[in-house]
């Protein structure tokens, strides 16, 4: 469920009309609904009732310092993958301690960075890894808290780029290979202290189904380490999916409601009540690491349709929008639904929808049925709260978008458009 829906005919995001946000900012615009993010975070905090749980945001999928505020103060912990990501949670007032650094390439400055910050733990990737934080935190006399991400070997079923949990995958250690390396770590790393076990086996995992396996296979190794090395915390991860195809109805309750079980995706509640059971009597800490599942559906990217170009063989709908604001359909295939800001009559048409980049991977949709829309008209590109503004560049010399986030009637930019100048502070 989101807060994007048609009132009078206008797409509004909570009680702010998208086409007077266009108008007054500009396109393209990246809009978020605050009590989306608030719905979504506080479903899945609930769902984990009767677990000693926490709740640790991936920073990576929307980054904006007003989003991760607000979930700072819902109390969320976040999951980090950079120096600069911890940097902005600090910046937004979230708490050190309650942050996990994953990643499978820190570098010495980034380590240092964050055992001076005084981080929960580090989500470490390999052997070397963990050798190398141990001198880091050694040459700093401190301790470094420590969980070795497992690679379970279970498939994802999800596009393969987001697939991490397979052994061919660069992340994480071979289930096989995990004790031996925590004996190993105990006897010969003093200044690393093992906390905890991390997996995450890949991202929009749209079935319970592998996290299930997951958690079952994973469940006897995390029991051991907690009797062998006292370990307090067990990650099982992000990844929960969202819906994209019907974006827009999947807004409202009903939608949901209508679906039998066996056609509904993955709920946040489902999720839990899978779970809930298999976790609550392991005398763990779990922790979760959800990016998408908080964010995606509570983001829309607008965007302005600039021509209508007929070629013989194809129509194409060229939009303001390129594939440096949203590189998620070049990138993985993503599909984003394609909605006008102004409420459709029945009309479709098959159009491609393609940016203004010199790119042929520069479409938002190919061969698609669409509601009609003209030159002039506002467009909403559903379901882009996370990992859309966040992976946008300046690819042709473009500038960011702005970034408003809306809270009831309130819409406050939180980010601004970059200006020209922008464009080049720092070069020669
Ligand atoms: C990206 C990532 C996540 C978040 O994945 P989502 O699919 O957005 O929930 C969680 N944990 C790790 C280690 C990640 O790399």
């Given at each position: 469920?989101?807060?994007?829906?048609?009132?009078n005919?206008?797409?509004?995001?909570?009680?702010?009309?998208?086409?007077?946000?266009?108008?007054?900012?500009?396109?393209?615009?990246?809009?978020?609904?605050a009590?989306?993010?608030?719905?979504?975070?506080?479903?899945?905090?609930?769902?984990?009732a009767?677990?000693?749980?926490?709740?640790?945001?991936?920073?990576?999928?929307?980054?904006?310092?007003?989003?991760?505020?607000?979930?700072?103060?819902?109390?969320?912990?976040?999951?980090?993958?950079?120096?600069?990501?911890?940097f902005?949670?600090?910046?937004?007032?979230?708490?050190?301690?309650?942050?996990?650094?994953?990643?499978?390439?820190?570098?010495?400055?980034?380590?240092?960075?964050?055992?001076?910050?005084?981080?929960?733990?580090?989500?470490?990737?390999?052997?070397?890894?963990?050798?190398?934080?141990?001198?880091?935190?050694?040459?700093?006399?401190?301790?470094?808290?420590?969980?070795?991400?497992?690679?379970p070997n279970?498939?994802?079923?999800?596009?393969?780029?987001?697939?991490?949990?397979?052994?061919?995958?660069?992340?994480?250690v071979?289930?096989?290979?995990?004790?031996?390396?925590?004996a190993?770590?105990?006897?010969?790393?003093?200044?690393?202290?093992?906390?905890?076990?991390?997996?995450?086996i890949?991202?929009?995992?749209?079935?319970?189904?592998?996290?299930?396996?997951?958690?079952?296979?994973?469940?006897?190794?995390?029991?051991?380490?907690?009797?062998?090395?006292g370990?307090?915390?067990?990650?099982?991860?992000?990844?929960?999916?969202i819906?994209?195809?019907?974006?827009?109805?999947?807004?409202?309750?009903?939608?949901?409601?209508?679906?039998?079980?066996?056609?509904?995706?993955?709920?946040?509640?489902?999720?839990?009540?899978?779970?809930?059971?298999?976790?609550?009597?392991?005398?763990?800490?779990?922790?979760?690491?959800?990016?998408?599942?908080?964010?995606?559906?509570?983001?829309?990217?607008?965007?302005?349709?600039?021509?209508?170009?007929?070629?013989?063989?194809?129509?194409?709908?060229?939009?303001?929008?390129?594939?440096n604001?949203?590189?998620?359909?070049?990138?993985?295939?993503?599909?984003?639904?394609?909605?006008?800001?102004?409420?459709?009559?029945?009309?479709?048409?098959?159009?491609?929808?393609?940016?203004?980049?010199?790119?042929?991977?520069?479409?938002?949709?190919?061969?698609?049925?669409?509601?009609?829309?003209?030159?002039?008209?506002?467009?909403?590109?559903?379901?882009?709260?996370?990992?859309?503004?966040?992976?946008?560049?300046?690819?042709?010399?473009?500038?960011?978008?702005?970034?408003?986030?809306?809270?009831?009637?309130?819409?406050?930019?939180?980010?601004?458009?970059?200006?020209?100048?922008?464009?080049?502070?720092?070069?020669?």
């Amino acid at each position: 469920m989101h807060g994007f829906a048609y009132k009078n005919g206008s797409l509004h995001c909570e009680d702010v009309d998208l086409q007077s946000l266009a108008d007054e900012h500009g396109t393209p615009l990246y809009v978020y609904s605050a009590g989306t993010l608030r719905d979504h975070y506080t479903r899945l905090d609930q769902a984990m009732a009767g677990v000693d749980h926490e709740v640790a945001y991936a920073v990576k999928a929307n980054s904006n310092l007003s989003v991760l505020r607000l979930l700072a103060g819902l109390g969320a912990g976040f999951d980090i993958v950079s120096g600069g990501e911890l940097f902005r949670v600090i910046k937004a007032g979230g708490d050190p301690a309650k942050c996990t650094f994953a990643g499978v390439g820190k570098t010495r400055g980034e380590i240092e960075y964050a055992l001076r910050q005084g981080i929960y733990s580090f989500n470490v990737e390999s052997e070397e890894e963990l050798r190398f934080l141990n001198q880091v935190a050694g040459d700093l006399g401190l301790t470094a808290p420590a969980a070795v991400r497992v690679n379970p070997n279970v498939d994802a079923k999800t596009h393969k780029y987001i697939s991490t949990g397979k052994s061919e995958n660069k992340f994480g250690v071979d289930f096989e290979l995990i004790e031996g390396l925590y004996a190993r770590a105990a006897a010969e790393l003093p200044h690393v202290k093992l906390r905890g076990l991390q997996m995450h086996i890949g991202s929009q995992l749209t079935s319970i189904q592998p996290f299930i396996e997951a958690v079952e296979k994973v469940t006897p190794l995390v029991l051991s380490l907690k009797e062998k090395h006292g370990i307090e915390f067990w990650s099982i991860g992000g990844g929960i999916g969202i819906v994209y195809h019907d974006s827009l109805a999947a807004g409202s309750v009903d939608w949901w409601d209508e679906k039998s079980e066996q056609e509904r995706p993955l709920t946040l509640s489902q999720y839990g009540q899978a779970l809930v059971p298999r976790l609550k009597d392991l005398g763990l800490k779990i922790l979760l690491e959800p990016g998408r599942a908080i964010a995606g559906n509570a983001g829309v990217l607008l965007t302005r349709c600039l021509f209508e170009k007929k070629g013989t063989a194809k129509t194409f709908k060229i939009v303001d929008a390129g594939m440096n604001d949203l590189i998620r359909p070049a990138l993985y295939e993503g599909h984003h639904e394609i909605v006008p800001v102004t409420e459709p009559g029945d009309t479709r048409v098959s159009v491609d929808v393609v940016g203004p980049i010199c790119e042929s991977g520069d479409f938002f949709c190919q061969n698609r049925e669409l509601p009609d829309f003209q030159p002039g008209e506002g467009v909403a590109l559903m379901s882009c709260g996370a990992y859309g503004f966040v992976m946008a560049s300046n690819y042709n010399t473009r500038p960011l978008p702005a970034e408003i986030l809306v809270d009831g009637a309130t819409a406050t930019v939180v980010r601004q458009r970059q200006t020209l100048d922008d464009l080049v502070a720092g070069e020669l």
